[in-house]
Structures are given as C-alpha cells and as structure tokens.
C-alpha cells in the first residue's frame, strides 16, 4: 500500500474514479477493492481536507457536497457490498474516520450510524449478514487504530449495542468471531495502556546459568519487580465495564469455531496484560476452569488457545504453572 502514489492531487482523480465504479459488478471487484485501498493512503495527506473543496465548482445553482462527506459516503456504500471491497471498505474508514479534522466532525455521526445499522440489520438473512460484518469490522478496525482518549466516551455505548444485539449468539461464525474481536478492542480501551510489572521475567537464556541462580537463591531477586514499584503501577481503577469485556472473552473460548476460540485468547491475553497482579490471576483462575471434564472438547481447546497466549506474553507466573499440571 505504501507504493501508492498519495498526493494531494491524487485524492479527487481516485474518489472521482472510485464514484464511477459499479459496486453490483462482480468482475470488477479487484479494482474497487483496490482504489478502495489507494483511497485511504491518499487520506493520509497532512492537510485538511476542507481546503480541497475549492476545486468544486462555484456554481451557486449546483449542490457543493464537501469531499470529506464524499468519502465517507463512499465508505459507507462498500461496507454493505457482499465482495472483498467490503474489507477494504473498513480500512478505509479506520485512516480516514481517525484525521484530526474528521473525527472532529464526523467521528460521533459514524459512530452512530455504525451502531444504527447494527441494531437494525438481521443475521437471519444473506443481506443483513453482509451489513452486519461490514458495521463490526469497520468498528474492530476504529477501535483499534484509533486514539483511546478519543474512543474512550464511546465504548460504553458501543458495548452496551453488543450485548443488546446479542452478537454472541449469531449463527454466522463470522459476526461472532468480528463480536470478540471488537469486545477486545473495546476491554483495551477501558484500560490504560501500559506493560504489567508483575509479568514473569526471563532471567537467563542459558539453563546452566539459571541452574546455577537457582542454586545459589539469587533467582528470585532476577525476575521479581520491586514491590514498591508494583504497587504504584497497581494502583488505579478498573472500570466495571472490564468484568463485563472479559467474561464475553471467557465465553468466547467455549465457541465451537476455532476462528472465534482463537480470537478470544488473544483477546484475554491483550486485556490480562494490563490488569492488577490479583485481577489478572483471577482471570487465569477462570481459563483453568475450561479444563473440567463437564466442558467440551471446544472449551479444552479454547482453554489451551488461552493459556498459550497467557504463557508467551508471561502473564502466567511461575506460582500459577502447578495449577495447569
């Protein structure tokens, strides 16, 4: 995408070009789908797009439609095709939507047309399928390129959509999988972002020299944080809406689409690793619990997605590893 030619002069020549398109075209997709993607690497430009209005014509008789109102119309429109122009669609709307100058102006309207659309669209039909993932996945994509003091006032509206519309439960395993996946983004976003200190540090990559550590009691001062330092880094507010976040997660491991188990487990892992020491053991103790011989076969994989995740980002600490024996 970086290859793109994006100058400012290449926006109107692309949007004009992406206009004259016909989205109901099935053997055109590939080059919608890719001015789509030009589009939003010419939304990049360091310039407001307000001063590219005075190209338009000065016509008072004729109706001067405003450029960023053009592309974001355009963006709506290909979030509801049915082809691959609808993925491009979402990234479109996660560079353009995050501008200084249109989420300033547009960044509520969209939110709210996003969240319209949900509330009203069908997973019972193909059509409301299709609207339904194109809304999710241009929501996903916002919440996750974009800024958290910017989204943060929205989250607790977007969250309540989601469980009002109980995404969850769709038969479609994509409008799930696009659900956890926005659940994640939206637990990221009521949390600060910052690196546990409480995570297990590694001491040493020789086992020879961690032998030796061992031996000699000096490996407990290697990968233990300075209490002091912990408690300060715990010492914040956890919004109630995380409890909320992370049992969907939870619920999330239990799907019996891999595709959905395994974006739940990035997701714990993500949200665990900024929670408190005590929270985030919590939440371990929760995925331990998939390994009950009353859960399915589905919530052993999702509790082995889940605690891979945990192991690599080293939120599992040492303590906890006789529990998963």
């Known amino acids: 995408m970086q290859l793109f030619p994006h100058e400012v002069a290449d926006v109107q020549p692309v949007l004009d ?15 919608r789908y890719m001015l789509l993607l030009w589009l939003s690497m010419t939304c990049l430009i360091p310039f407001d797009l307000s001063r590219l209005d005075g190209h338009l014509t000065s016509d008072p008789s004729q109706t001067r439609e405003p450029i960023m109102d053009r592309i974001l119309a355009v963006a709506k429109s290909y979030l509801m095709v049915s082809d691959k122009s609808r993925d491009a669609a979402s990234v479109l709307v996660s560079k353009f939507v995050t501008r200084p100058d249109v989420k300033l102006k547009r960044l509520g ?45 929205y989250a607790p509206v977007v969250l309540q959509c989601l469980d009002q519309c109980h995404v969850a439960e769709s038969s479609q395993a994509m409008l799930r999988k696009l659900g956890v996946k926005l659940i994640q983004r939206l637990g990221l976003t ?7 200190k409480w995570r297990y540090q590694r001491g040493s990559r020789s086992l020879a020299a961690n032998l030796s550590l061992s031996q000699s009691g000096s490996t407990v001062e290697a990968v233990t944080p300075d209490m002091e330092t912990q408690s300060q880094e715990e010492d914040y507010d956890i919004p109630e809406e995380v409890e909320n976040v992370i049992e969907q997660l939870l619920g999330g491991l239990k799907d019996k689409e891999t595709i959905v188990r395994w ?36 919530a052993w994989h999702g509790g082995c997605l889940a605690l891979a995740e945990l192991g690599r980002r080293g939120l599992l600490v040492p303590s906890r590893l006789p529990d998963g024996t």
């Open 17 to 31: 070009l992406l206009c004259r398109q016909d989205p109901k075209d099935p053997e055109t997709w590939e080059t």
């Open 109 to 153: 309207d969209f939110l709210d047309w996003s969240l319209t659309t949900i509330s009203q669209a069908s997973d019972q039909t193909m059509g409301g399928t299709v609207i339904l993932d194109g809304a999710l996945q241009s929501l996903a994509q916002l919440f996750k390129h974009g800024k958290r003091d910017d989204f943060l006032q």
């Open 190 to 196: 009521f949390l600060k972002p910052r690196l546990a």
């Open 263 to 298: 974006s739940a487990a990035k997701g714990i892992g993500r949200v665990t690793g900024r929670l408190p020491k005590e929270l985030a053991d919590e939440v371990v103790g929760s995925v331990l619990e998939c390994f009950s011989f009353q859960e399915t076969d589905n």
